[in-house]
């Protein structure tokens, strides 16, 4: 079986970023990390996230640094990831895309203790980076201009100190000095030594500087400092004529200032009201901004508190440290202020947030209340302070991430063919159920009703200088409205437009003038009201029309066409009647004017020539006027025909050339887009198509971030447009319309307006590029698991927080989904101020029933104090016939990592979507996985699996097999086989002896497995995902399955083989790296006639699926795809065998842990849309293909799962 | 000793110069878990998914365990068993 793997949703979480200007200067941008996609992000001056690329690394990006050269003005970005390479970048405004500059190996792949990667510090004058593993190895790299002013790296300089463990390396701000670096470092050879084992308990931390002395082009150890045990963290201080230079040592409850030969300055890190004195608190995150009149920093602690940070200094004497709070914010994998006055937070886990500065002063002293403490005899000050919510900050945007994905499914509950992706996101209070559909989220604007149907609607501009509309014009059966946009929207009668019939199209014509098309004729409002009109000769009645700003054809009844042309001094003259030998005419479209062109070039025209349909491109040029340039059979009648210049590559507005294109929405519902040359006008042979609903298709042109687009509307809504460089076609996800037209005012820059049955609705599209919209619903506490309720449509979730004490929790959250958190001015949201650590194994535990298509909460069990939710199904028992339960399973007092403990299982009937108490079961070891079975129910209990079935007073244990090798964290069934994932020994299969009243393991696995994830995909196949981000399937062989279902009896003879594991053994037959940990998978489909795929979702918040080839062709085509593809990735000049932008190998990559089986990566046959042309034609020809064909294989291969 | 020998023994101390966590003939058992877990640990923070995956489970930042699985490398079995005279 060979599997077709593809990211359909990229992860949201962020594991690193850099600031700089990397387009182009003065455009502030941060680079972010998704652990292995890169990603470019610009807050617009609006404050919105743009995203202007989005990279797949085929690596882990571990760390990154941007630098700049002296004199440059534009960033550089540096990777440190899992490649054992170090990769310097530089963006190509030209491509879209980040480019390789250099790559220098300096050791093995992977993310091992002590291949550096881990960590990188840039000089501030750029002059050099320091790379760095966990321990012993560091490497200095310094960079320059060659004569011809490019980058020249240098081969790496060592700074390596054995048998000691890095915390944070920087580099110092030391103006054109040598080059310093700063590293926290911790020796352990001491400890390693002793065995009193009093060194380790007295360990040292020390500071070290590291000068890059680039006269004698070495690294020495410049000095070495002891500093407080507990310290995790430096920051560098701006230097040189900005500061004091020196770097923050950030440790637990303090900060101290250190600069070799000046002395230290120490500041306490201020509290939050209430929280225990003995509960350390740490800074995770830092960023600084540098003004004319000076610096400050912002801090962050691991509870999510901001501080501001500020130095009192003299020339370079720091005297005192002065820390204040600042807001809360949810906490961060990293923070930057950005120069144009923007807080960019990275959330560890949900949603990212850009915020504005609206004000940077922080609080005052006042805010802060010193709490005298006595500390081993000696009285401190420790100041506090009272969280409150954002002051100085103002939410502006939101980047959403499904981080972490813990349990998803693919299901139609809310009935509505194509199914929705429902996913149990986040942790502790920013848990969220999130509800996915594919296609893009559209906002209502505004929405009005009208008397009637209306048959459609135009927006017109007064003038081609203008930025927004000057009309909207909605017809009807047989009267027009004129609306005028202004601050409000109303109905106008003097626009000089026919009011008294329908309107077939209204448009701007020349510079000024409008041109109302109505079926008995052409009507011109000039700029000054002057009106001229046209009729057609012999009381023809026009049908269609298609025009631009300077040309018109129209469709007559009798299916003759007259052509327009507007004139110098804007009358519109008839030019000719084209003729295309008769026949029906059922769609016309003119192409577009294009820059600096006085006449679009082409008219198509959809016509039926005895009973079969064909478009014909007519040419419009002087020279060839009227010419039937090329023509196209069509499957159906077309309904609408749009002539439509989109750039494919590169947007318009960034130098990418436009290609023209035909679209042709038919009758029964499909889409096809054909490439027109631009100079001689013919159709290119192949084309694509699309099936978009059940309705016929209408087109209509529309702009999208200022490019052309099509919007094409039927049964569904989809959107046709060029995205950072990629041509995409997505649904809108919502109601059916019926016309549309592009819409812009001053409020709403870029919309459309609507007709849907007798309203009228002003729309807008958000977050272009996004393949799913999401509705979130919140949740108390992380969700574990979740069981599906199928009569109701409910969803049972078990929420549970490890560290959390369940009475607080009860008090601070009441209950969160229902009353949506009070909007109490003083009081901070409880989803950021998040929860006093209770300790270990201590947990706050609920289990919740929740409507999923009403977002509404049906029903809240609170568990024991202490107890645990961690497994749940559905079950019914043979003796309780027709009656439906469900159980959960839960430990008491659980230490997290601990295989021992002791737990309940609860178990309550269902009946619609309520939950009543039935019985509790006590359990002597952790219930990690439910499932029911054959009207019993499994319970895997540590190692065990037991076969329950139902008591009157409580489960009762009726047969159990004890030899699944560590800890079952799985079960599934099918027919009468069970599966069984242990928690390292991946899947082993069982069969129930009904006889014998046995469980018998018949089968393994050959691998050793850390199982997150299982799912059966067929009777001998079982998919599962372990906690490193590899997916597999493994099969029964044959003969086994064979044998087993032929000798019922037979199996019982497997039993006591404990040492090499059961007696037959299951073999591998797909394997693939996703790489990040997957948490949830399952099988289906994810549109209606989609093809059955394997769908899963991951730590980082990204979806996926692994669909199965139809044909050994396409196989062959996709591995000789990928086998060209390998290492042309942003590789400035091609390579033969080369790597993706951080320098792993794809190959590698997708064999990390296991070598890849029989899977095509998706993803990587996806990056040849983004090559060159060049390179695209000469893989296409490699393949004997055309790049066109190419292209369109890979949208396949999309569109048959979406 | 023969030369051949020799330069076996030598390249081998030079991988376990080049390579921590090489492992000799007269490696101990404490020894072996000692690099283990601190392979392990470093294999934890340079996943960032399993630091995240660690991290929802314990309900602590991702900031705080990078820093106590880093701190953990210090003496991860605790001290040392006595070394034996012979």
């Given at each position: 079986?060979f599997?077709y793997?593809?990211?359909?949703q990229?992860?949201g979480?962020?594991?690193?970023?850099?600031?700089?200007?990397?387009?182009?200067?003065?455009?502030?941008?941060?680079?972010?990390?998704?652990?292995?996609?890169?990603?470019?992000?610009?807050?617009?001056?609006?404050?919105?996230i743009?995203?202007?690329c989005?990279?797949e690394?085929?690596?882990?990006?571990?760390?990154?640094?941007?630098?700049?050269?002296?004199?440059?003005?534009?960033?550089?970005?540096?990777?440190?990831?899992?490649?054992?390479?170090?990769?310097?970048?530089?963006f190509?405004?030209?491509?879209?895309?980040?480019?390789?500059?250099?790559?220098?190996?300096?050791?093995?792949?992977?993310?091992?203790?002590?291949?550096?990667?881990?960590?990188?510090?840039s000089?501030?004058?750029?002059?050099?980076?320091?790379?760095?593993?966990i321990?012993?190895?560091?490497?200095?790299y310094v960079?320059n201009?060659?004569a011809?002013?490019?980058?020249?790296?240098?081969?790496p300089?060592e700074?390596?100190?054995?048998?000691?463990?890095?915390?944070?390396i920087?580099g110092?701000?030391?103006?054109?000095?040598?080059?310093?670096?700063?590293?926290?470092?911790?020796d352990?050879?001491?400890?390693?030594?002793?065995?009193?084992?009093?060194?380790?308990?007295?360990f040292?931390?020390?500071?070290t500087?590291?000068?890059?002395?680039?006269?004698?082009?070495?690294?020495?150890r410049?000095?070495?400092?002891?500093?407080?045990?507990?310290?995790n963290?430096?920051?560098p201080?701006?230097?040189d004529?900005?500061?004091?230079?020196g770097?923050?040592?950030c440790a637990?409850?303090?900060?101290?200032?250190?600069k070799?030969d000046?002395?230290d300055?120490?500041?306490?890190?201020?509290?939050?009201q209430?929280?225990?004195?003995d509960?350390?608190l740490?800074?995770?995150g830092?960023?600084?901004?540098?003004?004319?009149?000076?610096?400050?920093?912002?801090?962050q602690?691991e509870?999510?508190?901001l501080?501001?940070l500020?130095l009192t200094?003299?020339?370079?004497?720091?005297?005192?440290?002065n820390?204040?709070?600042?807001?809360?914010?949810?906490?961060?994998?990293?923070?930057t202020i950005?120069?144009?006055?923007?807080?960019?937070?990275?959330?560890?886990?949900?949603?990212?947030?850009?915020?504005?500065?609206?004000?940077?002063k922080g609080?005052?002293?006042?805010?802060?209340m010193?709490?005298?403490?006595?500390?081993?005899g000696e009285?401190?000050?420790?100041?506090?302070?009272?969280?409150?919510p954002l002051k100085?900050?103002?939410?502006?945007?939101?980047?959403?991430?499904?981080?972490?994905?813990?349990?998803?499914?693919?299901?139609?509950?809310?009935?509505e063919?194509t199914?929705?992706?429902y996913?149990?996101?986040?942790?502790?209070?920013?848990?969220?159920?999130r509800?996915?559909?594919?296609?893009?989220?559209?906002?209502?604007?505004?929405v009005?009703?009208?008397p009637?149907?209306?048959?459609a609607?135009w927006?017109?501009?007064?003038?081609?200088?203008?930025?927004?509309?000057?009309y909207?014009?909605?017809?009807?059966?047989?009267?027009?409205?004129?609306?005028?946009?202004?601050?409000?929207?109303?109905?106008?009668?003097?626009?000089?437009?026919?009011?008294t019939?329908?309107?077939?199209?209204?448009?701007?014509?020349?510079?000024?003038?409008l041109?109302?098309v109505?079926p008995?004729?052409?009507?011109?409002?000039?700029?000054d009201?002057?009106?001229?009109q046209?009729?057609?000769?012999?009381k023809?009645?026009i049908?269609?029309?298609?025009?631009n700003?300077?040309q018109?054809v129209v469709a007559?009844?009798d299916?003759?066409?007259?052509?327009?042309?507007?004139?110098?001094?804007?009358?519109?003259?008839e030019?000719a009647?084209?003729?295309?030998?008769?026949g029906?005419i059922?769609?016309?479209d003119?192409?577009?004017?294009?820059?600096?062109r006085?006449r679009?070039?082409?008219?198509?025209?959809g016509?039926?020539?005895?009973?079969?349909?064909?478009?014909?491109?007519?040419?419009?040029?002087?020279?060839?006027?009227m010419h039937?340039?090329?023509?196209?059979?069509?499957?159906?009648?077309p309904?609408?025909?749009?002539?439509?210049?989109i750039s494919?590559?590169?947007?318009q507005?960034?130098?990418?050339?436009?290609?023209?294109?035909?679209?042709?929405?038919?009758?029964?519902?499909v889409l096809?887009?054909?490439?027109v040359d631009?100079?001689?006008g013919q159709?290119?042979?192949?084309f694509?198509?699309?099936?978009?609903?059940?309705?016929?298709?209408?087109?209509?042109?529309v702009?999208?971030?200022?490019?052309?687009a099509v919007?094409?509307?039927?049964?569904r809504?989809?959107?046709a447009y060029?995205?950072?460089?990629?041509?995409?076609?997505t649904p809108?996800?919502?109601?059916?319309?019926?016309?549309?037209?592009?819409?812009?005012?001053?409020?709403?820059?870029?919309?459309?307006?609507?007709?849907?049955?007798?309203t009228?609705r002003?729309?807008?599209?958000?977050?272009?590029?996004?393949?799913?919209n999401q509705h979130?619903?919140?949740?108390?506490?992380?969700?574990?698991?979740?069981?599906?309720?199928k009569?109701s449509?409910?969803f049972v979730?078990?929420e549970?927080?490890?560290?959390?004490?369940?009475?607080?929790?009860?008090?601070a959250r009441?209950?969160?989904?229902?009353?949506?958190?009070?909007?109490?001015e003083?009081?901070?949201?409880?989803?950021?101020?998040g929860?006093?650590?209770a300790?270990e194994?201590?947990w706050a535990?609920r289990v919740?029933v929740i409507?999923?298509?009403e977002?509404?909460?049906?029903?809240?069990i609170?568990?024991?104090?202490?107890?645990?939710?961690?497994?749940?199904?559905?079950a019914?028992?043979?003796?309780?016939?027709g009656?439906t339960?469900?159980?959960?399973?839960?430990a008491?007092?659980?230490k997290?990592?601990s295989?021992?403990?002791s737990?309940f299982?609860h178990?309550?009937s269902?009946v619609?979507s309520?939950?009543?108490?039935?019985h509790?079961?006590?359990?002597?070891?952790?219930p990690?996985?439910?499932?029911s079975?054959?009207?019993?129910?499994?319970?895997?209990?540590?190692?065990a699996?037991?076969?329950?079935e139902?008591?009157?007073?409580?489960l009762?244990?009726?047969?159990?097999?004890?030899?699944?090798?560590?800890?079952?964290?799985?079960?599934?069934?099918?027919?009468?086989?069970?599966?069984?994932?242990?928690?390292?020994?991946?899947?082993?299969?069982?069969?129930y002896?009904?006889?014998l009243?046995?469980?018998?393991?018949?089968?393994d696995?050959?691998?050793?497995?850390?199982m997150?994830?299982?799912c059966?995909?067929?009777?001998?196949?079982?998919?599962?995902?372990?906690?490193?981000?590899n997916?597999?399937l493994?099969?029964l062989?044959?003969?086994?399955?064979d044998?087993?279902?032929?000798?019922p009896?037979?199996?019982?003879?497997?039993?006591?083989?404990?040492?090499q594991g059961?007696?037959?053994?299951?073999?591998?037959?797909?394997?693939?790296?996703v790489?990040?940990?997957?948490?949830?998978l399952?099988?289906?489909?994810?549109?209606?006639?989609?093809?059955?795929?394997i769908?899963?979702?991951?730590?980082?918040?990204g979806?996926?699926?692994l669909?199965?080839?139809?044909?050994?062709?396409?196989?062959d085509?996709?591995?000789?795809?990928?086998?060209?593809?390998?290492?042309?990735?942003?590789?400035?000049?091609?390579?033969?065998?080369?790597?993706g932008?951080?320098?792993?190998?794809?190959l590698?990559?997708?064999?990390?842990y296991?070598?890849?089986k029989?899977?095509?990566?998706?993803d990587?046959?996806?990056?040849?849309?983004?090559?060159?042309?060049?390179?695209q034609?000469?893989?296409a020809?490699?393949l004997?293909?055309?790049?066109g064909?190419?292209?369109?294989?890979?949208?396949?291969?999309?569109?048959r799962?979406? | 000793?023969?030369?051949?020998?020799?330069?076996?023994?030598s390249q081998?101390?030079?991988?376990q110069?080049k390579?921590?966590?090489?492992?000799?003939?007269?490696?101990?058992?404490?020894?072996?878990?000692?690099?283990?877990?601190?392979?392990t640990?470093?294999?934890?923070?340079?996943?960032?998914?399993?630091l995240?995956?660690?991290?929802?489970?314990?309900?602590?930042?991702i900031?705080?365990?990078?820093?106590?699985?880093?701190?953990?490398?210090?003496?991860?079995?605790?001290?040392?068993p006595?070394?034996?005279?012979d």
């Amino acid at each position: 079986m060979f599997l077709y793997a593809l990211t359909l949703q990229r992860s949201g979480a962020i594991t690193c970023t850099a600031y700089g200007n990397f387009s182009a200067p003065k455009q502030h941008e941060i680079v972010i990390s998704h652990g292995k996609t890169l990603e470019l992000i610009r807050p617009d001056q609006n404050g919105k996230i743009q995203s202007i690329c989005q990279m797949e690394c085929f690596g882990l990006i571990r760390s990154m640094a941007s630098f700049r050269l002296p004199g440059s003005n534009k960033d550089y970005l540096v990777l440190g990831a899992d490649s054992g390479r170090i990769s310097v970048l530089e963006f190509s405004k030209e491509r879209n895309q980040f480019e390789r500059v250099h790559l220098e190996t300096y050791g093995k792949s992977g993310c091992r203790r002590i291949v550096p990667g881990q960590f990188l510090a840039s000089d501030p004058k750029g002059r050099a980076v320091m790379i760095s593993a966990i321990e012993k190895q560091k490497l200095v790299y310094v960079f320059n201009r060659d004569a011809s002013s490019k980058l020249t790296i240098s081969s790496p300089l060592e700074a390596h100190k054995a048998s000691t463990i890095h915390f944070s390396i920087v580099g110092v701000d030391v103006g054109f000095d040598n080059p310093i670096f700063a590293a926290l470092e911790m020796d352990y050879s001491d400890a390693d030594a002793d065995e009193t084992g009093q060194s380790a308990e007295e360990f040292n931390k020390v500071l070290t500087f590291y000068e890059l002395d680039l006269g004698l082009n070495h690294v020495v150890r410049k000095a070495s400092e002891p500093i407080d045990a507990a310290s995790n963290m430096l920051i560098p201080v701006p230097g040189d004529t900005d500061g004091p230079s020196g770097v923050l040592v950030c440790a637990e409850n303090k900060i101290a200032y250190k600069k070799p030969d000046h002395e230290d300055v120490v500041a306490l890190i201020p509290r939050r009201q209430g929280m225990p004195l003995d509960q350390p608190l740490l800074i995770t995150g830092y960023s600084h901004l540098k003004q004319k009149d000076g610096f400050f920093f912002l801090l962050q602690s691991e509870i999510g508190d901001l501080y501001r940070l500020t130095l009192t200094y003299n020339d370079e004497e720091v005297s005192e440290i002065n820390i204040t709070y600042f807001d809360t914010v949810p906490v961060a994998q990293s923070i930057t202020i950005l120069k144009t006055g923007f807080l960019f937070v990275a959330s560890e886990f949900g949603n990212h947030a850009l915020y504005q500065f609206l004000s940077i002063k922080g609080s005052d002293e006042s805010d802060m209340m010193p709490v005298e403490v006595e500390i081993e005899g000696e009285t401190i000050e420790i100041p506090h302070f009272a969280p409150r919510p954002l002051k100085n900050l103002l939410l502006v945007d939101e980047m959403e991430s499904l981080s972490p994905i813990l349990d998803m499914r693919v299901l139609d509950l809310a009935g509505e063919e194509t199914p929705q992706i429902y996913a149990l996101c986040g942790k502790g209070p920013r848990s969220t159920l999130r509800t996915l559909r594919h296609g893009l989220a559209v906002a209502e604007m505004a929405v009005s009703e009208l008397p009637s149907n209306p048959l459609a609607v135009w927006t017109v501009k007064g003038s081609s200088k203008d930025a927004a509309d000057k009309y909207i014009v909605v017809t009807f059966a047989n009267a027009t409205i004129v609306l005028s946009i202004g601050d409000t929207v109303e109905e106008v009668t003097d626009s000089g437009f026919l009011a008294t019939n329908k309107t077939l199209s209204v448009s701007l014509l020349g510079d000024d003038s409008l041109l109302q098309v109505h079926p008995n004729g052409l009507r011109t409002v000039r700029s000054d009201k002057r009106i001229s009109q046209f009729t057609p000769p012999n009381k023809g009645v026009i049908n269609l029309v298609a025009v631009n700003q300077q040309q018109v054809v129209v469709a007559l009844a009798d299916h003759t066409m007259i052509y327009f042309e507007l004139d110098a001094v804007g009358q519109l003259q008839e030019k000719a009647k084209p003729e295309i030998g008769g026949g029906q005419i059922a769609a016309l479209d003119i192409s577009p004017l294009g820059a600096g062109r006085s006449r679009g070039r082409f008219l198509a025209v959809g016509a039926s020539v005895d009973g079969s349909w064909f478009v014909r491109i007519l040419s419009l040029d002087p020279g060839s006027f009227m010419h039937i340039v090329s023509r196209q059979a069509l499957p159906a009648k077309p309904e609408s025909l749009c002539l439509i210049e989109i750039s494919i590559g590169a947007a318009q507005s960034d130098g990418g050339t436009p290609t023209l294109f035909l679209f042709a929405g038919l009758e029964n519902g499909v889409l096809m887009r054909i490439t027109v040359d631009p100079i001689t006008g013919q159709l290119a042979p192949e084309f694509r198509t699309r099936f978009l609903g059940t309705k016929p298709v209408k087109l209509f042109k529309v702009l999208v971030q200022e490019q052309p687009a099509v919007l094409a509307l039927s049964s569904r809504s989809w959107l046709a447009y060029n995205f950072q460089g990629r041509y995409q076609i997505t649904p809108l996800s919502y109601e059916t319309l019926e016309y549309a037209s592009g819409f812009a005012s001053d409020q709403c820059p870029e919309g459309f307006v609507c007709v849907a049955a007798n309203t009228l609705r002003i729309l807008t599209v958000e977050r272009l590029g996004e393949v799913f919209n999401q509705h979130s619903m919140k949740l108390s506490f992380t969700p574990r698991k979740s069981a599906l309720l199928k009569d109701s449509g409910c969803f049972v979730v078990l929420e549970t927080d490890h560290n959390s004490d369940m009475e607080k929790a009860k008090e601070a959250r009441c209950d969160v989904a229902e009353d949506e958190e009070e909007e109490n001015e003083n009081k901070l949201p409880h989803s950021i101020y998040g929860e006093q650590r209770a300790g270990e194994a201590k947990w706050a535990s609920r289990v919740r029933v929740i409507d999923p298509n009403e977002r509404e909460t049906k029903q809240i069990i609170e568990l024991d104090p202490n107890e645990a939710a961690l497994s749940v199904c559905v079950a019914t028992f043979y003796d309780r016939k027709g009656h439906t339960f469900l159980c959960f399973g839960t430990a008491v007092g659980h230490k997290v990592g601990s295989r021992t403990g002791s737990g309940f299982l609860h178990t309550y009937s269902v009946v619609g979507s309520q939950l009543t108490f039935v019985h509790k079961t006590p359990i002597d070891g952790v219930p990690r996985a439910l499932c029911s079975f054959q009207g019993r129910l499994l319970v895997g209990v540590g190692s065990a699996l037991r076969l329950y079935e139902m008591g009157k007073r409580k489960l009762l244990r009726k047969c159990e097999n004890r030899n699944i090798p560590n800890l079952v964290v799985t079960i599934s069934t099918m027919g009468d086989r069970i599966y069984v994932g242990d928690v390292a020994e991946s899947i082993s299969f069982l069969k129930y002896n009904r006889i014998l009243n046995e469980l018998v393991i018949f089968a393994d696995d050959t691998h050793p497995r850390w199982m997150t994830a299982a799912c059966p995909v067929d009777y001998d196949t079982v998919a599962g995902a372990d906690k490193f981000g590899n997916i597999f399937l493994t099969r029964l062989p044959d003969n086994v399955s064979d044998e087993i279902s032929e000798e019922p009896g037979a199996v019982g003879m497997f039993e006591g083989n404990d040492l090499q594991g059961a007696h037959y053994k299951a073999e591998e037959i797909v394997q693939y790296h996703v790489g990040e940990t997957v948490c949830s998978l399952q099988k289906a489909t994810l549109s209606p006639g989609g093809s059955d795929a394997i769908i899963y979702g991951t730590m980082y918040g990204g979806i996926g699926a692994l669909q199965p080839f139809v044909s050994r062709e396409d196989v062959d085509f996709f591995l000789h795809l990928e086998m060209h593809l390998r290492g042309a990735a942003g590789a400035r000049e091609h390579k033969p065998a080369g790597e993706g932008i951080c320098g792993r190998d794809q190959l590698s990559f997708r064999s990390y842990y296991f070598p890849v089986k029989d899977v095509v990566d998706g993803d990587l046959c996806e990056t040849f849309n983004y090559l060159s042309p060049s390179r695209q034609k000469q893989i296409a020809e490699d393949l004997d293909r055309t790049p066109g064909e190419v292209a369109k294989k890979l949208e396949d291969m999309r569109n048959r799962l979406l | 000793m023969s030369s051949d020998a020799k330069s076996v023994y030598s390249q081998q101390e030079h991988l376990q110069m080049k390579y921590v966590g090489t492992g000799h003939a007269d490696t101990s058992k404490w020894e072996w878990a000692v690099n283990q877990h601190r392979d392990t640990y470093a294999a934890y923070i340079g996943h960032y998914s399993l630091l995240a995956y660690n991290s929802v489970a314990e309900n602590e930042s991702i900031g705080r365990l990078k820093y106590q699985y880093l701190q953990k490398m210090l003496s991860p079995c605790g001290k040392p068993p006595k070394k034996e005279d012979d």
